[in-house]
């Protein structure tokens, strides 16, 4: 991972940002068991090994509808039903990251789907979890002061309403309206919603045409304070030469307007520089898969609205990323 910008030369390095060793397990005629061990860079960019998700699920029980218990990442929008390294693109983008982490939101609790009987294939998921931890990075709790670790003073819970619709034997279209909940310990209400749209269009063996979007909106009370609102989108566009070539572009924006001024957001990967209106990313990648099993990805970004020493800079970003699966991997998500 190579980052610059036209003032100073920001982190350059190659590292193994994951290892993951995932297990599965048909337990009887009505359950099955699922867990997963990652080993990552956590907060003190350490190598640790911790648990990713543990649970079990059944779509027994309740004529069809599922049912899981456990720790895992909420069934809400489209990245955070996914696994990073299933993603189209190398990093999350910037919204994301400030809203769910870089990898997306894991708890503790319980998920219900029910499916509706109709044409377009109508999904209604429900969720609730403890809420003391939320946006997941790699040793966050070691990080989190002890009064961030009590309860929360309202569970997250979370609702997604998704349809998929088969246009063809080769085309589909998934959608779904989502929204999240929680109070936190230190008595912030927040409130999440959003919409999700996938499209694709496979020709023989490869992916013609890929359209992915995502859009949400936060909200945030502390006390009797005013309400504060931001928000954020992405879109990603991605052509497939063949069943080895493929090129993506990927524009990015998350508005921090109405957001008070001193409340600037730091940039992650970018020290010392915040968000004080818009921030607006575009990427270009390029995508060589050697076979389902192994792919490589090129991409070169320019991430606009940072903010230093009251100067308005741009960030050039370029990425290599090459992703494996060794053994049986169960079935990606549309």
Do not use: C
């Not at 009064?147 to 309403?161: D, G």
């Not at 308005?312 to 494996?324: A, G, L």
């Amino acid at each position: 991972l190579a980052v610059k910008n036209q003032e100073d030369q920001l982190e350059q390095d190659g590292y193994l940002r994951e290892f993951e060793l995932a297990l599965y397990s048909e337990i009887d005629h009505n359950w099955k068991g699922s867990m997963s061990f990652v080993y990552a860079k956590d907060a003190n960019e350490e190598m640790a090994t911790e648990i990713h998700e543990a649970f079990v699920q059944s779509s027994n029980l309740f004529m069809g509808d599922t049912l899981k218990i456990g720790q895992f990442f909420l069934g809400l929008g489209k990245l955070n039903r996914t696994h990073r390294h299933e993603w189209s693109f190398t990093t999350s983008p910037f919204f994301f990251s400030e809203y769910f982490g870089s990898e997306g939101v894991i708890d503790t609790g319980a998920e219900y789907t029910h499916r509706l009987g109709t044409s377009q294939n109508i999904q209604i998921t429900l969720g609730l979890t403890k809420g003391n931890e939320f946006v997941h990075e790699h040793g966050h709790e070691e990080e989190v002061v002890e009064e961030e670790k009590s309860n929360a003073q309202w569970p997250t819970h979370y609702l997604r309403v998704g349809g998929f619709n088969e246009m063809s034997t080769t085309t589909g279209v998934e959608y779904g309206l989502n929204y999240l909940g929680r109070k936190d310990a230190a008595k912030v209400t927040w409130n999440y919603a959003g919409a999700d749209f996938t499209f694709k269009k496979r020709v023989g063996k490869h992916i013609d045409w890929k359209v992915q979007a995502e859009y949400w909106q936060r909200t945030y009370k502390e006390n009797q304070e005013d309400e504060q609102s931001d928000n954020g989108a992405y879109i990603l566009l991605e052509k497939g030469l063949d069943q080895h070539h493929s090129f993506g572009l990927l524009y990015g924006i998350y508005n921090a307007a109405d957001k008070h001024e001193e409340q600037g957001h730091v940039h992650e990967e970018t020290e010392g520089r915040v968000v004080e209106d818009e921030f607006r990313e575009t990427t270009l990648q390029y995508t060589y898969s050697n076979s389902e099993f192994m792919k490589y990805r090129f991409s070169a970004s320019l991430e606009s609205g940072l903010v230093k020493d009251e100067e308005e800079i741009d960030n050039y970003k370029y990425q290599i990323q090459m992703v494996f699966n060794i053994g049986k991997h169960p079935i990606h998500l549309f």
